[in-house]
């Protein structure tokens, strides 16, 4: 479980939370909303070990470990949505298929690919496109 208790928590002069409370229990899952300074980023940062709070008791398990994703995407001329698409694999190879297809009018190819997806790259690419 994680535990906030009578927490405050600033970054410089700015306090963040003061006073604040909450429990969340295996398996509840949360969300953290907030407008850019609210504070989200440093509440993470006091879950991962890298910030400490300045008042009250934060506790969570030992053995519990902290999966994240970088806030700032590396430095490319990509898109964010290429960024991301490039990393589903099974997505770029469905992706070379139809386009090897398409390169030599293989209708036959097409019509029964070789690819092991559950859904059209074209369909997955035009939709993330839209977002």
């Known amino acids: 479980m994680i535990i906030l208790k009578n927490l405050s928590l600033r970054r ?10 909450v429990s ?5 899952k949360v969300g953290l909303v907030g407008r850019n300074g609210a504070g989200k980023s440093s509440l993470f940062a006091l ?23 970088a806030q700032e995407m590396p ?13 589903d694999t099974q997505l770029a ?23 092991r997806c559950t859904t059209s790259a074209r369909t997955t690419r035009s939709r993330a496109r839209r977002r």
């Open 12 to 21: 410089s002069a700015k306090v963040l939370l003061d006073n604040a409370s």
């Open 24 to 28: 969340i229990n295996p398996g509840e």
């Open 47 to 69: 879950i991962n070990g890298t910030l400490h709070e300045d008042k009250g008791d934060f506790s969570m398990p030992s053995q519990w470990r902290m999966a994240q994703v």
């Open 75 to 87: 430095e490319t001329s990509e898109s964010a949505t290429d960024f991301v698409i490039a990393g």
């Open 93 to 115: 190879e469905a992706q070379a298929e139809v386009d090897a297809a398409e390169e030599t009018d293989d209708g036959e190819r097409m019509a029964h690919p070789t690819w």
